[in-house]
Structures are given as C-alpha cells and as structure tokens.
C-alpha cells in the first residue's frame, strides 16, 4: 500500500466526508385567509389571565410571514413576545 493510500485513509477516518446540503424546495401556496378585523382594527389575539380579551392593533406591514430560526435557548419565544408587546405598546 502506497504512502498517500495510507494516508487519505487516515484522512477520511478523522474527517469523514460532510454530508451533501439539505436540497432547498420552494413550494408556493395561496396566500393566509385574512383574520377578523372589527371596525376599530384590531383583533383578538388570546385570553388574559382573567378572562379578559386581549385585543392587539396590527399595522399592515406585519400582515406577513415571519420564520424565525434558532437553536434551542437563543431567544426565539422573547423575540416572538417582544414583537407583540412593542405593537402592543405603539398602540396605547
């Protein structure tokens, strides 16, 4: 066995090949039925603790997707909830 035989195999041991990138597939699809707005544009978004509605004014410009991508612990739920609690507050 040659010199460089050996050594691509010691190689390939202690670095195995990567896998092949994820294929990327985009599908499109129609797009989110529109939420109940009520005449003062707002809409229901949960109940509070006390059974009260909590009712949250969106802009048009959230009228979106959003895809937020995160390990576990990086902040995925406190950006979702800031997002809100800013809206919520722009609104008062």
Known sequence: ???DNIVQRMWASL???TV???RIVVYRTQPAPILPVSP???FL???AEKNRELV???SW???RHLLI???TGCGKTTLIARLFIEEILKWQ
């Open 56 to 58: 949250c004014a969106l």
């Open 61 to 63: 410009q959230l009228d």
């Open 1 to 3: 066995m040659k010199l």
């Open 40 to 42: 003062a544009g707002s």
């Open 69 to 71: 991508v995160g390990g």
């Open 20 to 22: 092949p990138p994820a």
């Open 15 to 17: 670095f195995p090949p």
């Open 45 to 47: 978004i949960g109940i």
